[in-house]
């Protein structure tokens, strides 16, 4: 059985970093993808970034790849989100995700496993 646990959300000011983790059990993913999305109220769940099993190829939603830096400790079988510079528009549930091909790895639809989201909030 496949478990995702995030943690490492929490409440910040505006300009503060934040690390998320995303500690996973149950199987290898092989030439899978693991990712961050993030939902906030009333909106779509969005593709943050991505990286491979093996912590090879990270790719990142545009708008954050300056700011975000995705990264796995295969030894821990843990996915990191290091975020730094935070803004209001970043307040959103984070969810980790596993199992899309690299062709999907920005569609949610493409992934099989999902965490229960961990809740940034970040304030002026």
């Known amino acids: 059985q496949v478990e995702l646990v995030e943690s490492g959300g929490r409440s910040v000011q505006a300009g503060d970093s934040l690390r998320l983790s995303c500690a996973a059990s149950?199987?290898?993913?092989?030439?899978?993808?693991m990712a961050w999305f993030r939902q906030a109220p009333g909106k779509e769940r969005e593709f943050v970034a991505a990286?491979?099993?093996?912590?090879?190829?990270?790719t990142y939603h545009d708008s954050m790849k300056v700011r975000f830096t995705i990264s796995r400790d295969n030894t821990k079988n843990t996915m990191y989100l290091q975020m730094n510079s935070l803004k209001p528009e970043d307040t959103a549930v984070y969810y980790c995700?596993?199992?899309?091909?690299?062709?999907?790895?920005?569609?949610?639809?493409?992934?099989?496993?999902w965490g229960q989201g961990t809740q940034v909030t970040v304030s002026l």
């Open positions: 990286i491979s099993w093996y912590g090879r190829s990270p």
């Open positions: 995700a596993v199992g899309a091909a690299a062709i999907d790895i920005n569609n949610p639809s493409g992934y099989t496993y």
């Open positions: 149950g199987r290898s993913f092989g030439d899978r993808f």
